[in-house]
């Protein structure tokens, strides 16, 4: 982190310390408490159910403060995962110093922290959703030299009182402004306190989804991130929708990252953009600005596993309420250029070799700026259901093996599709492509026959995939979208069993 970035940063312990988070230490923390008579330390860590959880410290004494900064604290792991036993259940939860920030909501001055979980050996917890994460990316790292980067656009309704006034057009609600949007002012306050918290944002903006039902307002939101190393993406997600959810609570507003809200009305998804780097350079791209075999390869890779993906991405029945034709959601295993159709898109690049900055002011002298770290490709199946650890590292392990692969490039080839996939004009190119499942308990039974490309390098344990194959089928949704598809009263009662999910 240069200079710039540190006096530019938003997190204000950053500001204190005049160092990038990575360089936290121990010290580093006690003294900023010590200096700004933080009253309480609170440790965060995800649950098995994708929510973040909190333990509370009260520091009165500055050996207990060392202790635990040290020693960490010991957690009930069977409350926590399905798949720890209550007979051997203790955990270990740390402290990583580098996720350090002020609780915006807390009563009391407090600094909290993302933990990550050790097993009575003190090895990190093989089945832990955040391990899971950093052993893909090692994994990564050692097979192919580069880095895995992502980032994710946060989708979410926003729902208040209809005030009748300004009422905004239905389901056009992209990129509105006030006063046809009433939240814009909530999402900015959510962008400034996740900022604050160290997350990286690229912008934020109103969402199609814009309708009006029951004397309230539904308003779709989207905050988008920049790509990090997938480890940070996955951490910055998570305490994102932490953070929206708890001013929206504040405000008297209601938040939901469900996938499907009613019949009709866009769902939400939470499409994850990668990028892979090199010595600092993205690789996305070649030479000539075309996309490169790196890019077609991990994209072939994610044609491969993209069926079980959803098994990390899509947790809850509504999830495949969402994936079906024409709701900007994909059905099948495809990818495209700029298409909003495919599973997989390559967003438009800066690759027109023109200097757009200079030809929207003219009195700005011309430059020759490299663009080039901008190219991303983007998943569009998963969804605010999704255990984000999990997904980044399935997505993670399908971009490894394709570019390992060595037919990677041919089945990429033979999934690229350059038109509206569910035109009806096409439906003879659509019926050669493979769909997504249409359940959880589809999904489970694609991770089934896929567990081994996960399981590899001991990437995922057993014990997690078991989990997730369990977790899946426990819902019996099998024949679930078929049975109720016309049916909007049991749909509106399936989305408010899992209106709160992830």
Same mark, same amino acid.
């Given at each position: 982190?240069?200079?710039?970035?540190?006096?530019?940063?938003?997190?204000?312990?950053?500001?204190?310390?005049?160092?990038?988070?990575?360089?936290?230490?121990? /010290?580093? *923390?006690?003294?900023?408490?010590?200096? !700004?008579?933080?009253?309480?330390?609170?440790?965060?860590?995800?649950?098995?159910?994708? =929510?973040?959880?909190?333990?509370?410290?009260?520091?009165?004494?500055?050996?207990?403060?060392?202790?635990?900064?040290?020693?960490?604290?010991?957690?009930?792991?069977?409350?926590?995962?399905?798949?720890?036993?209550?007979?051997?259940?203790?955990?270990?939860?740390?402290?990583?110093?580098?996720?350090?920030? *002020?609780?915006?909501?807390?009563?009391?001055?407090?600094?909290?922290?993302?933990? &990550?979980?050790?097993?009575?050996?003190?090895?990190?917890?093989?089945?832990?959703?955040?391990?899971?994460? =950093?052993?893909?990316?090692?994994?990564?790292?050692? %097979?192919?030299?580069?880095?895995?980067?992502?980032?994710?656009?946060?989708?979410?309704?926003?729902?208040?009182?209809?005030?009748?006034?300004?009422?905004?057009?239905?389901?056009?609600?992209?990129?509105?402004?006030?006063?046809?949007?009433?939240? @814009?002012?909530?999402?900015?306050?959510?962008?400034?306190?996740?900022?604050?918290? +160290?997350?990286?944002?690229?912008?934020?903006?109103?969402?199609? +989804?814009?309708?009006?039902?029951?004397?309230?307002?539904?308003?779709?939101?989207?905050?988008?991130?920049?790509?990090?190393?997938?480890? =940070?993406?996955?951490?910055?997600?998570?305490?994102?929708?932490?953070? *929206?959810?708890?001013?929206?609570?504040?405000?008297?507003?209601?938040?939901?990252?469900?996938?499907?809200?009613?019949? @009709?009305?866009?769902? &939400?998804?939470? !499409?994850?953009?990668? %990028?892979?780097?090199?010595?600092?350079?993205?690789?996305?791209?070649?030479?000539?600005? /075309?996309?490169?075999?790196?890019?077609?390869?991990?994209?072939?890779?994610?044609?491969?596993?993209?069926?079980?993906?959803?098994?990390?991405?899509?947790?809850?029945?509504?999830?495949?309420?969402?994936?079906?034709?024409?709701?900007?959601?994909?059905?099948?295993?495809?990818?495209?250029?700029?298409?909003?159709?495919?599973?997989? %898109?390559?967003?438009?690049?800066?690759?027109?070799?023109?200097?757009?900055?200079?030809?929207?002011?003219?009195? /700005?002298?011309?430059?020759?700026?490299?663009?080039?770290?901008?190219?991303?490709?983007?998943?569009?199946?998963?969804? @605010?259901?999704?255990?984000?650890?999990?997904?980044?590292?399935?997505?993670?392990?399908?971009?490894?093996?394709?570019?390992? @692969?060595?037919?990677?490039?041919?089945?990429?080839?033979?999934?690229?599709?350059?038109?509206?996939?569910?035109?009806?004009? !096409?439906?003879?190119?659509?019926?050669?492509?493979?769909?997504?499942?249409?359940?959880?308990?589809?999904?489970?039974?694609?991770?089934?026959?896929?567990?081994?490309?996960?399981?590899?390098?001991?990437?995922?344990?057993?014990?997690?995939?078991?989990?997730?194959? %369990? /977790?899946?089928? !426990?819902?019996?949704?099998?024949?679930?979208?078929?049975?109720?598809?016309?049916?909007?009263?049991?749909? =509106?009662?399936?989305?408010?069993?899992?209106?709160?999910?992830?």
């Amino acid at each position: 982190m240069t200079e710039d970035q540190i006096r530019l940063n938003a997190n204000p312990i950053v500001a204190a310390l005049q160092k990038s988070p990575d360089k936290f230490t121990k /010290q580093d *923390i006690i003294q900023y408490i010590v200096d !700004h008579e933080v009253k309480m330390v609170n440790f965060m860590y995800p649950g098995g159910d994708g =929510r973040l959880k909190t333990l509370n410290f009260v520091i009165t004494d500055m050996q207990y403060l060392d202790t635990i900064l040290t020693c960490g604290e010991r957690v009930d792991g069977s409350s926590l995962f399905s798949f720890i036993e209550a007979g051997s259940s203790d955990l270990y939860v740390l402290p990583r110093f580098s996720t350090a920030f *002020i609780d915006p909501f807390a009563t009391l001055p407090t600094l909290s922290m993302l933990c &990550s979980f050790f097993d009575k050996d003190g090895q990190p917890l093989a089945s832990s959703p955040e391990q899971t994460l =950093r052993k893909a990316c090692q994994l990564f790292r050692e %097979r192919t030299g580069m880095e895995f980067e992502a980032m994710g656009e946060l989708e979410y309704y926003v729902i208040s009182q209809d005030d009748n006034a300004y009422p905004a057009t239905d389901q056009r609600g992209y990129h509105e402004s006030a006063p046809y949007t009433k939240t @814009g002012d909530f999402r900015q306050v959510c962008m400034h306190y996740i900022a604050q918290a +160290g997350g990286q944002i690229k912008y934020g903006h109103s969402e199609v +989804g814009n309708f009006r039902q029951d004397g309230k307002v539904y308003e779709q939101n989207e905050i988008e991130f920049l790509p990090v190393p997938a480890e =940070r993406a996955a951490d910055q997600l998570m305490l994102a929708k932490w953070i *929206i959810r708890n001013l929206a609570y504040e405000n008297g507003l209601e938040v939901t990252f469900a996938p499907k809200i009613t019949t @009709g009305k866009a769902g &939400s998804g939470l !499409h994850i953009h990668m %990028r892979i780097t090199k010595d600092g350079r993205n690789q996305m791209l070649n030479a000539g600005g /075309q996309l490169s075999d790196i890019a077609r390869k991990a994209i072939g890779g994610m044609m491969q596993l993209a069926e079980s993906i959803t098994a990390f991405g899509n947790k809850n029945p509504t999830s495949y309420f969402r994936l079906v034709p024409h709701q900007e959601a994909p059905t099948n295993v495809c990818w495209g250029d700029r298409n909003r159709s495919v599973l997989v %898109r390559v967003p438009l690049g800066w690759t027109a070799g023109v200097d757009l900055c200079h030809q929207a002011n003219p009195q /700005q002298p011309a430059a020759d700026v490299d663009t080039t770290g901008k190219q991303t490709v983007e998943m569009r199946s998963p969804d @605010g259901s999704a255990d984000l650890y999990q997904l980044l590292a399935g997505l993670c392990v399908a971009c490894r093996q394709g570019i390992e @692969g060595s037919d990677s490039l041919d089945v990429a080839q033979k999934t690229y599709v350059n038109v509206n996939i569910h035109d009806q004009s !096409h439906a003879d190119q659509l019926a050669q492509l493979a769909q997504l499942p249409d359940s959880c308990a589809a999904s489970a039974d694609c991770l089934e026959r896929q567990r081994a490309c996960y399981e590899e390098g001991g990437v995922f344990s057993r014990a997690m995939i078991d989990g997730i194959i %369990r /977790q899946l089928r !426990h819902f019996g949704d099998r024949t679930l979208r078929r049975d109720i598809s016309n049916d909007e009263a049991a749909i =509106r009662q399936l989305v408010d069993t899992y209106f709160h999910c992830g």
